[in-house]
């Protein structure tokens, strides 16, 4: 009895462990149907955080996407009442909406569902470590990369905060990381 229960333990953490990359496979080909759309962009990753950067409102990640459509967007999270304001207390949304006008209108979004405020409180945490702006994290990418810089997001590994920074050329992408504390490049991957 005690293999039997073994065995299905076993099968169980299989299973699992198939069903986790799934998703990887699937992120591949959103990528690669990312990537053939991205160079429709007429707006810059850096543009739409500067138009996002207002009053006390604070841009805590940014990234290129497809949308609900399968179309192009531009999608900004943000911290209306800044950096300095605990994530309960402040009001969390995205800003997205088509780049591919020279004229960015995105939509708001308030986050209500627990998945996005979640997210955002960890983004709006983790930038308030930080001694660099993401604007400034994201035209030190360019500098550092050849391409679009089309994703900037503030993430843990392990126990050290970093922005990851994801950068296109053509169908390659390449993978910037910075030390979020001292806002220094780490390395491209």
Same mark, same amino acid.
């Given at each position: 009895?005690?293999?039997?229960?073994?065995?299905?333990?076993?099968?169980?953490?299989?299973?699992?462990?198939?069903?986790?990359?799934?998703?990887?496979?699937? *992120?591949?080909?959103? @990528?690669? +149907?990312?990537?053939? !759309?991205?160079?429709?962009? %007429?707006?810059? $990753?850096? =543009? *739409?955080?500067?138009? @996002?950067? +207002?009053?006390?409102? !604070?841009?805590?990640?940014? %990234?290129?996407? $497809?949308? =609900?459509?399968?179309?192009?967007?531009?999608?900004?999270?943000?911290?209306?009442?800044?950096?300095?304001?605990?994530?309960?207390?402040?009001?969390?949304?995205?800003?997205?909406?088509?780049?591919?006008?020279?004229?960015?209108?995105?939509?708001?979004?308030?986050?209500?569902?627990?998945?996005?405020?979640?997210?955002?409180?960890?983004?709006?945490?983790?930038?308030?470590?930080?001694?660099?702006?993401?604007?400034?994290?994201?035209?030190?990418?360019?500098?550092?990369?050849?391409?679009?810089?089309?994703?900037?997001?503030?993430?843990?590994?392990?126990?050290?905060?970093?922005?990851?920074?994801?950068?296109?050329?053509?169908?390659?992408?390449?993978?910037?990381?910075?030390?979020?504390?001292?806002?220094?490049?780490?390395?491209?991957?």
């Amino acid at each position: 009895m005690k293999k039997l229960k073994a065995l299905f333990i076993a099968a169980g953490i299989i299973a699992c462990g198939f069903v986790a990359t799934q998703p990887a496979y699937a *992120g591949d080909e959103d @990528t690669a +149907k990312l990537l053939a !759309v991205l160079p429709n962009t %007429k707006l810059s $990753l850096a =543009d *739409g955080i500067k138009q @996002t950067t +207002k009053g006390q409102e !604070v841009p805590i990640s940014g %990234k290129f996407e $497809l949308d =609900d459509n399968g179309k192009l967007s531009l999608s900004v999270y943000t911290a209306e009442k800044g950096l300095s304001v605990l994530p309960e207390k402040n009001v969390l949304k995205e800003l997205a909406g088509s780049p591919e006008q020279a004229a960015w209108t995105p939509e708001s979004e308030v986050f209500k569902d627990v998945e996005h405020v979640a997210r955002s409180s960890q983004h709006l945490v983790l930038n308030a470590l930080s001694q660099q702006s993401l604007l400034a994290v994201v035209e030190d990418a360019s500098r550092h990369a050849t391409g679009i810089v089309y994703s900037i997001n503030p993430t843990l590994h392990g126990r050290k905060a970093l922005f990851e920074v994801l950068v296109a050329n053509k169908d390659k992408v390449s993978k910037l990381t910075y030390d979020i504390p001292s806002g220094k490049f780490l390395g491209k991957k």
